[in-house]
């Protein structure tokens, strides 16, 4: 079992930056890949980026490459996501999940484990 927390949503506006965190609980964070998706009203929950259990590899979305980055922490059992660069299409309930590393085009396979959501809100 995997209880996630997120943090570090807020107002930004375009242009700006947040960085979310992504608190984790229990003994065996390091094994899992974990994951960002985020969630726009009215939308599908959209996968956006995700990193390897050791941290040494990681997978974005198009729309957000070279704008945000995602990094792990094991000692701390946390995952950020640094988002620069925001846009207003960026709006949405960030959410954090537990998953595993895949071998084949889809990178990122995600468990049953998420957060709460973090709320982000980009203004023009």
């Known amino acids: 079992q995997v209880q996630l927390v997120e943090s570090g949503g807020g107002l930004v506006q375009a242009g700006g930056s947040l960085r979310l965190s992504c608190a984790a609980s229990g003994r065996t964070f390091s094994s899992y890949a974990m994951g960002w998706f985020r969630q726009a009203p009215g939308k599908e929950r959209e996968f956006v980026a995700a990193i390897s259990p050791s941290g040494g590899s990681t997978y974005y979305v198009d729309s957000v490459k070279g704008r945000f980055t995602i990094s792990r922490d094991n000692a701390k059992n946390t995952v950020y996501l640094q988002m620069g660069s925001l846009e207003p299409e960026d709006t949405a309930v960030y959410l954090c999940?537990?998953?595993?590393?895949?071998?084949?085009?889809?990178?990122?396979?995600?468990?049953?484990?998420w957060g709460q959501g973090t709320q982000v809100t980009v203004s023009s």
């Open positions: 999940n537990a998953g595993r590393r895949r071998v084949d085009s889809m990178w990122y396979q995600p468990y049953n484990y």
